[in-house]
């Protein structure tokens, strides 16, 4: 029996289509309505009586195909709650951080970066002579100097151990990690600093299970391409065959992101394709059925999906070699778009979290636009080479320039708006210079799995194709980096919200469809709509001035613009082996703002919690004048900085108390600090001294006012106090971290605060803040954030009223002038 009416002739070729739509919908109301389960059941009784009403009485009723959908949608719901219940709400989530005796794990995935890192299945806790069975996933980091194999299935336990909460996201922009371990049905993580609290427990032979199997295999294969390339090539080869991007080079990662071509860095429908066609190809040779033969590839190609780690592209490219070939098998024709939902709504099924990774919507939009906008532009593509005489070449320009273009164009117009919303930019030559690399890459994947079968069998016949290799990868970088480089290569586009996204759908649907007369209607309408509700909100929302205390651990970073769109940046924060302010605050707090430029850069003093992310930040974004304060020229972070600006020739000046700077019309900025006496050129400054050479920096908006003082000790601050009533202000950015030497009593009378912050690291070893400060602080009833705590702070001027912007779940709370409490 046909579950569709058969007036619906499009669900009869396509059925999967609505089935796989209704369930993803189903997993989208489920992760922002949640719904008790009782109503859930009492929705799904009636689906399913309504559908069996229809379907006795009235079988060709359009309504029994709405009633199914209604089924698909609330099984999607149930689908993702019984996820969400076993990954997201565990009962280990609501006792974190949690301290243990020891727990017992089994290892799920390893990740190799720059330390060794596993998921996890916590099978038991121990503590307090009891033992706790339990079934939550965990993310382990191992020490740094852990050298022992892992596999997955092995199980092992770790002693002394703290088990803490996903980390939250600290700054506006910024990648959100906890989340990103969240969707991956993670709950806690556990950082392992000594390898003698890991004792790894005896099991079967390694390589008994398939998981263990294949991670050997992945293994073996990532140690032949590290003995016999160098490690830029190893690198790239391991993630172009293996999906092991650990081993690229940042300025590689970037280049190919730039370029709009770093699809062919992360294992894909392409690379699947080239290995179903190898593999057809060697197949080809084996004096067997056909359908037979088809078997086999589906065998393959589902092996190296588990090889790669079976992401999303790689599934759903799978899934659907594997869907096309069993319908030749069994002589069905076959319809690409029912393939295409059918392996959707079988991902989805299986792993619901899925529909929000990247990856997964990457994968998918791209397909479906290249079947849908292509077969829209195949007629255009077949007239344009008109013009030439000679068939053959007509033949050859269609087949190797404009289907690669249009394959290419196709796929850049649906994934735009994705790689927009995710990565603030578009690329535009990616439209050219994909028609070469698709193939190059296409000569790379097939000589790295000839490389692999040598290197197993004769030792020269490797090194040779190894140097030959190595040899292309080098020309693909250097072509790659040179187009990333070309004037115009990439845009950079910043506030694309969800409703922005889909106005551009909305506009690309129309434009393709300009012939459709009814749906030209409805797009229309839906478009004028959505553009309308835009341009109201913006036109009902002012322009505010905003303040970022920005959380870069410990050290300093504030970034602010005003309503005439000026930007202001406050230290850069530091910058080490570990982390870097630039790339993982400032940058993406900007362009979470929607700017691209710092008109102004005050950088207190030269220590580097100071100014350390300013070396990378120089040379990111376009760079306006800097203010410095006088220190000695010797000193060592002074004359790199001072080195760094002028290779970058970036105005600056050296700015003391008594100094002004217009921002804007309504903004001004005051120095109050340091002295602008001479400076001695002393060949060792102590931290302290420096520290007093600090900025003491007033920026005033209209009516309110900020006061900054850097790392100022209490030298600095009675310095600064000679300017009296001038130092009030209603926000304090607190000194020194919140050290004891700053922050004095008399020095906080004279400014007069209602908000402060403190920039500190969480943990920090010195003991930041002081007990004393923050006492005096709550004394003064000042109402006090702490960048540890609470990571970035945002505060927001709202005619001409302060209130904090709680970015994570975007709300307001406004500041009471009468009791200076923030109030929703």
């Keep these: 029996m046909n579950l569709f009416p058969r007036q619906d002739q499009w669900v009869g070729r396509l059925p999967f289509l609505p089935i796989a739509v209704a369930f993803a919908l189903g997993i989208l ?147 959100d990690y906890g989340g990103y371990l969240r969707w991956r049905g993670v709950t806690a993580t556990c950082y392992v600093t000594d390898p003698g ?58 280049n190919f992101q730039n370029a709009g071509v770093m699809h062919v860095l992360a294992i894909s429908g392409l690379h699947v394709g080239f290995v179903a066609v190898i593999g057809y190809l060697l197949l080809s040779f084996l004096p067997i059925y056909f359908k037979k033969r088809n078997v086999l590839l589906i065998i393959l190609l589902t092996l190296y ?14 899934l659907m070699a594997a869907l096309f070939l069993l319908a030749l098998n069994f002589e069905r024709k076959v319809e690409v778009y029912n393939i295409l939902f059918a392996a959707m709504f079988i991902i989805l099924l299986a792993a619901p979290q899925q529909l929000f990774w990247v990856g997964f919507q990457f994968s998918f939009i791209a397909v479906l636009s290249i079947l849908y906008f292509y077969q829209k532009l195949e007629p255009a593509g077949e007239r344009l080479p008109g013009f ?52 190059y890459i296409g000569v790379l994947v097939g000589g790295g799995f000839l490389f692999l079968a040598l290197s ?27 187009s990333a480089h070309l004037p115009g290569a990439y845009l950079e586009i910043l506030n694309v919200d969800l409703p922005r996204v889909i106005l551009y759908f909305l506009l690309i649907l129309l434009v393709f469809n300009l012939h459709h007369i009814i749906l030209r209607k409805w797009l229309t309408i839906a478009s004028l709509v959505l553009t309308v509700f835009l341009l109201t909100s913006a036109a009902l929302t002012p322009p505010l001035f905003n303040l970022i205390v920005l959380d870069v651990g410990q050290g300093d970073a504030a970034l602010l613009s005003t309503p005439e769109q000026q930007t202001v940046l406050i230290d850069a924060g530091p910058s080490d082996d570990q982390w870097n302010s630039t790339r993982s605050a400032i940058l993406p707090a900007l362009y979470r703002l929607g700017y691209r430029h710092l008109n102004k850069v005050f950088l207190t003093h030269p220590h580097n919690d100071h100014i350390g992310g300013f070396f990378e930040l120089a040379g990111a974004v376009r760079i306006d004048s800097v203010y410095l304060p006088l220190v000695p020229g010797e000193y060592f972070w002074q004359d790199s900085l001072l080195k760094t600006l002028e290779a970058h020739r970036i105005p600056y000046r050296l700015a003391a108390g008594g100094d002004r700077v217009v921002i804007d019309k309504q903004t001004r900025a005051y120095l109050f600090g340091p002295s602008p006496g001479p400076v001695e050129n002393e060949e060792h400054w102590s931290g302290s001294e420096i520290n007093n050479r600090s900025l003491i920096l007033q920026i005033r908006h209209i009516d309110q006012s900020m006061l900054f003082t850097g790392d100022a000790e209490s030298e600095a601050e009675s310095y600064s106090r000679r300017w009296g009533k001038l130092l009030e202000s209603q926000f304090l950015k607190v000194g020194h971290h919140g050290s004891s030497s700053s922050t004095s009593e008399d020095f906080l009378r004279l400014i007069s605060p209602r908000l402060a912050t403190i920039s500190v690291g969480e943990h920090n070893h010195f003991g930041h803040p002081a007990s004393k400060v923050l006492n005096l602080l709550e004394a003064y009833r000042v109402e006090t954030h702490r960048t540890d705590r609470e990571g970035a702070v945002w505060l927001q001027i709202f005619r001409n009223r302060w209130r904090r912007y709680d970015w994570r779940n975007r709300s307001y709370h406004y500041l009471d002038d009468a009791n200076h409490e923030l109030k929703n």
């Design 29 to 175: 109301l489920r992760a922002a309505l949640p719904l008790s389960p009782g109503v859930v059941c009492l929705a799904a009784a009636a689906g399913i009586i309504g559908f069996l009403i229809y379907a006795h009485h009235r079988p060709q009723s359009p309504l029994r195909f709405y009633w199914l959908l209604w089924l698909f949608l609330l099984s999607g719901w149930a689908r993702f709650d019984l996820w969400e219940q076993q990954h997201l709400r565990p009962p280990l989530a609501d006792h974190l951080p949690l301290h243990a005796d020891s727990i017992r794990v089994e290892i799920k995935e390893i990740e190799q970066r720059s330390r060794v890192s596993a998921r996890a299945t916590l099978r038991t806790l121990y503590g307090d002579n009891t033992a706790l069975p339990t079934e939550a996933v965990i993310k382990i980091s191992f020490p740094k100097d852990w050298k022992k194999p892992l596999l997955p299935g092995q199980q092992l336990t770790i002693r002394t151990v703290d088990l803490l909460p996903l980390p939250m996201q600290r700054n506006p922009g910024q990648f």
């Design 197 to 254: 609290q890991i004792h790894l427990l005896p099991s079967q032979a390694a390589g008994k299970t398939p998981g263990q199997f294949l991670a050997l295999l992945r293994n073996r294969l990532t140690r032949q391409f590290d003995h016999y390339f160098a490690p830029e090539a190893a690198g790239f080869l391991k993630a172009l065959l293996l999906g092991r991007r650990e081993g690229l080079d940042r300025e590689v990662l970037q």
């Design 305 to 318: 999906m588990l090889l790669t780690g079976a992401q999303p592209p790689v599934a759903r490219a799978t």
């Design 456 to 482: 197993f069998w004769s030792d020269s016949l490797a090194l040779a194709v190894a140097d030959f290799l190595t040899m292309l990868i080098n020309l693909l970088t250097r072509f790659v980096s040179w």
């Design 388 to 439: 030439l005489k000679n068939p053959d070449t007509r033949q050859r320009l269609r087949k190797f320039i404009l289907i690669p273009f249009l394959v290419s164009f196709s796929a850049q117009v649906g994934t735009a708006p994705l790689t927009m919303y995710y990565f603030y930019k578009i690329s535009f030559i990616a439209l050219l210079i994909n028609i070469v690399i698709i193939p």
